[in-house]
């Protein structure tokens, strides 16, 4: 638990003392593994979440930071409503099940329509390779390449993908620092 204390100060540190106000979005598939993160942040523990059906939004406010958390799924009919929980951020925490093959084709559409967005062009986007404790865990080379990300790392797009275990504890304080590091 120390550690996690000691990340909750450091993302204090990093968005904390942030100066403007900035939203950022912690998006994903559902059973990514955002609740579960989001709690994490908030008080350090791990507890077992029931997978969110719906893009139900959960908040928290760190210094000017608010961290809002949303489900995208892959249902067409939805698709066109994603862009109302992403357009406004200011940095992206987009999360992949990286344990899971079969959903990649899925977060892959999800990552490209997010990825067309003009206005997002300039917008810090960390992808989280999670449950990359898992041993079925596809690895970061391959889980880029099933995502289509080698076409998409243009030099320009701050785009950057981590691998992360929400559950084991490492490689998402990277990824916060990157995107703390990144935002306008
Ligand atoms: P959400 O739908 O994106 O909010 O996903 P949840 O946070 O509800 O997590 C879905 C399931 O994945 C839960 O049973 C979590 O305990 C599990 N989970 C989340 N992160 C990890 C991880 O890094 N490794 C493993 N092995 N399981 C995880
Ligand atoms: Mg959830």
């Known amino acids: 638990m120390e550690y996690f204390s000691g990340f909750f100060t450091g993302i204090l540190k990093l968005f904390g003392f942030y100066s403007k106000e900035a939203t950022v979005v912690l998006i994903g ?16 523990e791990s507890y077992s ?31 066109k409503l994603w862009k109302q929980y992403y357009r406004t951020a200011d940095g992206i925490v987009f999360v992949v099940d990286a344990a899971d093959k ?4 899925e977060a892959k559409k999800v ?11 300039e917008t810090p986007i960390a992808i989280l390779g ?4 898992k041993k079925e865990a596809v690895p970061m080379q391959k889980l880029q390449e099933e995502l289509g990300l080698p076409k998409l790392l243009d030099a320009y797009r701050k785009i950057k993908v981590f691998n ?21």
């Open 29 to 44: 598939l559902d059973n990514a593994g955002k609740t579960t993160l989001q709690y994490k942040l908030r008080t350090g």
């Open 49 to 79: 979440f029931v997978p969110t059906q719906k893009p139900q939004e959960q908040e928290i406010t760190i210094g000017n930071v608010k961290l809002q958390t949303w489900d995208l799924g892959g249902h067409k009919a939805v698709r």
């Open 102 to 105: 079969s959903r990649l084709p």
């Open 111 to 121: 990552l490209n329509f997010i990825l067309k967005e003009d206005a997002l062009v």
């Open 130 to 133: 999670n449950k990359s404790d």
């Open 164 to 184: 992360t275990s929400v559950t084991e504890g490492y490689g998402y304080p990277t990824a916060f620092e990157w995107i703390a590091a990144n935002l306008p």
